[in-house]
């Protein structure tokens, strides 16, 4: 009951102006070419940015929908996300988006909006690293303001149980079937240490089947990350293919090595009997993820800011309101 009235709620209050994918044909034809071209040279260097930028993405999307937000710095009137709990140490990417911008703004000044560039430059780094295409809807507009307060509550921990990561999706709008979809992007993503302690040393058997990490695997981990110190260190979510977008880390979790608490409750929690469902489908299934990933990207990518459609602006740098 209490997800039907978050969903309800959610689209009660989405009357804003459709997004289409044709939005830039004549303003700024050439904002496809530009972002790939960028997101090729961040890539290629260090694929590792393909999963910044969809996390970026996906902390924008979370709070106030997908408004830049995510992007601001602090200043004397504005606090942002950035110092968030779940952004501080794990958010980095701002310097290539920043990079794009400067490219935009030289070739179409005051025509693309931040928004629009973390949603293309999301799907470009998917693409990149061998995931699906998707054709992507534009038209944001930035926000003015920012939200540390939604950031704290609205974003998903890494230590949560299923229901509260369900419940977090589900606000957005966004189904269950969309969360295991998702949270398959951690296929090309990187845990620090302390995100992944309480999970390689126990602290979570409560809430699960018990599914056993294998001992070789077990005993790596545990050299990345002590019981006390090395909070920093950091490993692949993906101890497969962790440079490569596909079903691998469905596979982990089939297996009992999910890395994350939140991501192994998906299959072994005693609450997950549709998310192991899903889960056992895209492990068996690629083409089955990568044309659902790609529907819950866009889906996810649609949650947009209706105030921003009236006070919002298309910032000339991501990181401030114009003045």
């Known amino acids: 009951?209490?997800?039907?009235?978050?969903?309800?709620?959610?689209?009660?209050?989405?009357?804003?102006?459709?997004?289409?994918?044709?939005?830039?044909?004549?303003?700024?034809?050439?904002?496809?070419?530009?972002?790939?071209?960028?997101?090729?040279?961040?890539?290629?260097?260090?694929?590792?940015?393909?999963?910044?930028?969809?996390?970026?993405?996906?902390?924008?999307?979370?709070?106030?929908?997908?408004?830049?937000?995510?992007?601001?710095?602090?200043?004397?009137?504005?606090?942002?996300?950035?110092?968030?709990?779940?952004?501080?140490?794990?958010?980095?990417?701002?310097?290539?988006?920043?990079?794009?911008?400067?490219?935009?703004?030289?070739?179409?000044?005051?025509i693309v909006s931040c928004a629009d560039i973390l949603t293309i430059a999301a799907r470009d780094a998917v693409i990149l690293v061998g995931g699906p295409y998707w054709d992507v809807p534009l038209g944001r507009k930035d926000s003015r303001t920012a939200s540390l307060e939604l950031a704290n509550s609205n974003l998903p921990d890494a230590n949560e149980g299923l229901l509260s990561i369900l419940s977090k999706f589900i606000y957005q709008g966004l189904s269950v079937t969309d969360t295991v979809a998702l949270l398959g992007s951690h296929t090309i993503g990187m845990a620090r240490c302390v995100n992944f302690r309480p999970r390689i040393y126990g602290d979570f058997e409560a809430t699960s089947d018990k599914t056993p990490i294998s001992e070789a695997y077990l005993s790596n981990l545990k050299s990345i990350c002590p019981t006390v110190g090395g909070d920093k260190n950091i490993t692949a979510m993906d101890n497969v293919t962790p440079n490569l977008f596909d079903n691998s880390f469905y596979l982990t979790l089939v297996r009992g090595e999910g890395l994350l608490n939140s991501d192994q409750e998906m299959y072994s929690s005693v609450f997950g009997i549709e998310t192991r469902k899903l889960v056992n489908k895209f492990a068996e299934d690629p083409i089955a993820f990568f044309q659902q990933f790609s529907e819950s990207m866009v889906k996810m990518g649609n949650i947009t800011n209706s105030d921003s459609f009236v006070t919002g602006e298309v910032r000339r740098n991501c990181r401030f309101v114009n003045t």
């Open 1 to 110: 009951m209490l997800f039907c009235l978050i969903f309800i709620f959610r689209n009660a209050a989405s009357d804003y102006p459709p997004l289409t994918l044709d939005y830039y044909k004549s303003t700024c034809p050439t904002v496809f070419e530009i972002v790939r071209k960028e997101m090729e040279c961040a890539v290629l260097s260090d694929p590792r940015n393909a999963a910044l930028v969809v996390r970026l993405h996906m902390h924008d999307c979370f709070v106030q929908g997908c408004d830049g937000s995510v992007l601001l710095d602090d200043t004397i009137d504005l606090q942002g996300e950035k110092k968030a709990s779940e952004n501080i140490h794990s958010l980095k990417g701002f310097r290539l988006i920043d990079r794009i911008k400067n490219m935009l703004e030289s070739e179409c000044p005051g």
